[in-house]
């Protein structure tokens, strides 16, 4: 590498984190002439996220968790860059000094169910137990099978598939994007609608981020993907008009077809009744415009109280 020093990048110590920082590099050295593998030097970084991984995160402070020690060693500059799974980065950024400086294409954004008999979500038995730690997914079976057990899941892919098959659950629902990325879609038992599982803001999508005026910008940019970008900051934007947190039963999903992007939100209440639905549709250049009309409607519709109060949630676990 001729005109770089070499490059820090922290990330997350698991193998999801690894995986995707190997896509993200390989990619990265395939598009730039003066950049190989040794150009990188990765660093793990411990979240708390990470290591209080049996409890609700909504309890020991939202998703953020995974992010902050790895914001806070590019602010340090102990590392130039951090690369995090996107749908863990808070929408109300906690500083100014940072950005994202480039969007890795996103991975396919439906959920995966995985069951130990091998059924299918709506096949089954009533009173078997799910698995997720996600208030959102939580909300999403309860508003289709109110006759299943929910139990909290916590840890990663691997922690979680060993629960499974340790039979302290039934099934469990897990991002299809971490699934592929770490070569475990095989042990996917059915690939959930998004019509019936709508996904959070940024699922499936890798972000890198930097100081901001970092020389690495132009760098990274050279495999930026935009359409993936504009989906996600649309999805993100819309969590920040409404002041929702990442917590909370809410599901937005936009997506890009030639010229038009569409973009669709829906709000749970924690009983799994269904308070907000609504799909709107505009060119991809007014994708900030378009997100600002959603959220108006949602804000008009069933107002910020009760935005609010959706970030209240007592008993996680479920039984009918």
């Not at 099934?171 to 059915?190: C, H, N, P």
């Amino acid at each position: 590498m001729s005109n770089l020093n070499r490059i820090s990048v922290g990330i997350r110590d698991s193998k999801l984190s690894r995986a995707q920082t190997e896509i993200l590099l390989n990619r990265l050295i395939g598009a730039a002439d003066n950049i190989e593998i040794e150009s990188f030097d990765i660093k793990t970084i411990k979240t708390k996220g990470d290591i209080y991984n049996t409890q609700r995160l909504d309890r020991i402070g939202g998703k953020g968790l995974f992010i902050k020690e790895i914001e806070q060693n590019i602010i340090n500059c102990n590392i130039d860059v951090g690369v995090h799974s996107m749908k863990d980065v808070p929408v109300i950024e906690s500083t100014e000094d940072l950005e994202i400086i480039c969007w890795l294409h996103r991975e396919d954004p439906r959920e995966a169910l995985i069951s130990n008999s091998g059924q299918r979500f709506f096949d089954l038995p009533s009173g078997s137990i799910i698995g997720t730690s996600s208030i959102r997914r939580r909300a999403q079976i309860l508003n289709l099978r109110k006759d299943l057990k929910i139990r909290l899941l916590r840890g990663n892919v691997d922690t979680r598939i060993k629960k499974l098959r340790g039979n302290s659950y039934d099934a469990i629902i897990l991002s299809l994007a971490g699934l592929k990325r770490i070569g475990l879609v095989d042990q996917v038992t059915e690939k959930l609608d998004v019509e019936k599982f709508l996904p959070a803001a940024s699922q499936g999508t890798v972000g890198v981020q930097s100081k901001r005026g970092n020389k690495l910008k132009e760098v990274f940019g050279l495999i930026n993907h935009e359409e993936t970008e504009i989906e996600s900051l649309t999805e993100r934007q819309v969590l920040r008009s409404i002041n929702a947190n990442c917590n909370s039963p809410i599901s937005v999903y936009a997506k890009i077809t030639e010229n038009m992007i569409s973009l669709k939100c829906e709000i749970f209440d924690h009983d799994g009744s269904k308070i907000f639905s609504k799909q709107i549709e505009d060119a991809k250049n007014r994708y900030l415009k378009i997100a600002t009309t959603l959220s108006k409607t949602i804000l008009n519709d069933i107002g910020q109280d009760k935005i609010n109060k959706l970030d209240e949630l007592n008993d996680f676990d479920y039984t009918p």
